[in-house]
């Protein structure tokens, strides 16, 4: 039987459940407006761990272990994890994994990560790989300022479209049965680059991609906007969210109405200095793991078309000239009725 | 239904058809005693590109291209596409995936990234999502030398137990139904670590994946060693592959009549000066796609047990003081009786 319908979106037959959703943040993520929605908010910035890069496999330690709490399994429970994270060579996921000692695939997707990892767990939930999956995502402010931009002791300022990596790790734990919101139909995204080189607005770069993922699903599932509670993109920021809704307003949809972007949602805009918002895997791996999904589980939201977006571009492609490509996978996650 | 047999091991249902595979190797490994198996040898490693990374992301081009042509389908008929290569922000399939825009999943699993895509391709299929995906891994010399080691120009001196990263791309196209070899089981790897720290001796950090993995496999399935024709991993090279060969004996278990490592046969050990072996993901990618695979159409093989294998560090994880984790997944590719 093919779960196919329409261009790229999988409707799933026997919809896993979330059985359990945890993150951990940093502090400046745990001062933001959705403080109260995070299960463990860092005093600093280390965990405990004498390097950023460590640090940040803590952090993915401590979203999953809390998640494997809530569900009330071990790691022998879990049939197959999916993470990825910014580093090169994904090596929070890769010492985190070792640690646990999981079956495991390795992704990246860059901040397009969590869906990418809630869509594979799912769609191998739903193909009758195991019950028990995990799906993990993170970002370290430290570490990625360090890869990707320049060491944070040199104190280069930020322009006005840059986004500020968010220090946050998040986890779901998806069953094949039982009760909770269920993931219903995935698509899968294409890569789309419109020519933007600016690596301070990746924003504006991803915006296609998610307009692309986004207005597919909707033909594909024969759904309109209206159909759900919320649609979120992962971390689109200011910029990209404004140009998102111009250009669904070109096809006569309004999405002002029931769209944000984790980028916007994770600090306040207004006083937390972070110019057009926040970015990075952990960003909307915590908001989903945290404000949305207990929204979910209180009611107060019962359809749920997660998108989150991935630039993936390297500093020594952009260095060659290579303009951004961009990426974004769409879950939808509903309550039953 | 469950389709989990043992501890790690997924039985395959619908068995997924392996309906073309072809590679594109490097000059060095054009000359090498699997010459006549390649599809497409470069002249030299540029493949009329102005960079490595660029002539990288070409050769997967080139790669899946001919597995498509020898398919009879164009991307149109996609509906996934898994590919992973060692780049930071694995580059070579992010904008290779964007040149296609064929719903992409993109992977980091190291050198284990071919049995990693091919493994996923395999259960998607399986599980019901699309008719038709493709599997790509890649890795080039030049591309990978001066990311994780010294520019070329340095002409730094390399340790005996150092192996040769591998000019290669490898591409399978699978499909739902069909005629030819079949994915059947996936076992699907641990992350293992025995703390082994020398970046120039990863086949032996690997070596315990494939150990663990492999093994795994044995007990999960109920087969013994001699029920596969051939078994190879990935890129161990001479010093991990002597050294997995060891560790089955202690088990009571005689590999040496019917398993073999990719890193041993890419080259002529003898002559072609690259120490311990071949490496890299397009190392296990091109001898599946180009020697293995072949003889199973031709039916000299009729049951592989494919297990590519990856070392999941960074310089910057070494740098801290970290040792090397590795990872292995086994795919079992079987012909009708």
């Given at each position: 039987m093919n779960k196919k319908i329409g261009k790229q979106t999988f409707l799933l037959q026997n919809p896993p459940v979330i059985a359990a959703h945890a993150n951990v943040v940093g502090k400046k993520e745990g001062q933001g407006p959705l403080r109260e929605e995070f299960d463990t908010i860092g005093s600093d910035n280390t965990f405990g761990q004498p390097t950023w890069e460590k640090a940040e496999r803590t952090m993915q330690k401590l979203a999953l272990n809390k998640a494997m709490e809530k569900a009330r399994i071990t790691p022998d429970n879990l049939d197959l994890i999916f993470a990825g994270d910014l580093l090169n060579q994904c090596i929070s996921s890769g010492y985190h994994a070792r640690d646990i000692a999981v079956p495991f695939f390795g992704l990246y997707g860059a901040c397009s990560t969590m869906s990418e990892s809630l869509a594979l767990a799912s769609m191998t939930l739903d193909g009758g790989f195991g019950e028990w999956a995990g799906a993990i995502a993170s970002s370290h402010f430290c570490s990625a300022e360090r890869q990707y931009r320049t060491p944070l002791e040199y104190g280069g300022q930020r322009v006005p479209t840059a986004q500020w990596t968010a220090t946050a790790a998040g986890a779901v734990v998806l069953h094949s049965s039982g009760e909770g919101p269920r993931v219903t139909h995935v698509t899968v995204g294409r890569v789309m680059d419109k020519g933007i080189k600016d690596a301070n607005n990746?924003?504006?770069?991803?915006?296609?991609?998610?307009?692309?993922?986004?207005?597919?699903?909707?033909?594909?599932?024969?759904?309109?906007?209206?159909?759900?509670?919320?649609?979120?993109?992962?971390?689109?920021?200011?910029?990209?969210?404004?140009?998102?809704?111009?250009?669904?307003?070109?096809?006569?949809?309004?999405?002002?109405?029931?769209?944000?972007?984790?980028?916007?949602?994770?600090?306040?805009m207004?006083?937390?200095?972070?110019?057009?918002?926040?970015?990075?895997?952990?960003?909307?791996?915590?908001?989903?793991?945290?404000?949305?999904?207990?929204?979910?589980?209180?009611?107060?939201?019962?359809?749920?078309?997660?998108?989150?977006?991935?630039?993936?571009?390297?500093?020594?492609?952009?260095?060659?000239?290579?303009?951004?490509?961009?990426?974004?996978h769409a879950v939808a996650i509903e309550n039953k009725k």
């Open positions: 990746m924003g504006a770069a991803m915006t296609w991609a998610a307009y692309d993922t986004i207005s597919t699903h909707f033909r594909d599932t024969g759904r309109s906007s209206s159909y759900y509670d919320l649609i979120v993109t992962g971390d689109l920021g200011k910029l990209g969210r404004t140009l998102l809704i111009e250009l669904f307003k070109k096809d006569g949809l309004d999405l002002s109405s029931n769209y944000n972007d984790c980028g916007c949602m994770l600090f306040d207004e006083n937390q200095d972070v110019h057009c918002g926040a970015s990075g895997c952990g960003c909307s791996a915590s908001v989903l793991t945290g404000y949305l999904l207990n929204r979910m589980d209180r009611k107060e939201l019962n359809r749920l078309l997660f998108c989150a977006t991935g630039a993936l571009h390297s500093p020594t492609a952009l260095g060659q000239g290579e303009s951004i490509p961009g990426i974004c």
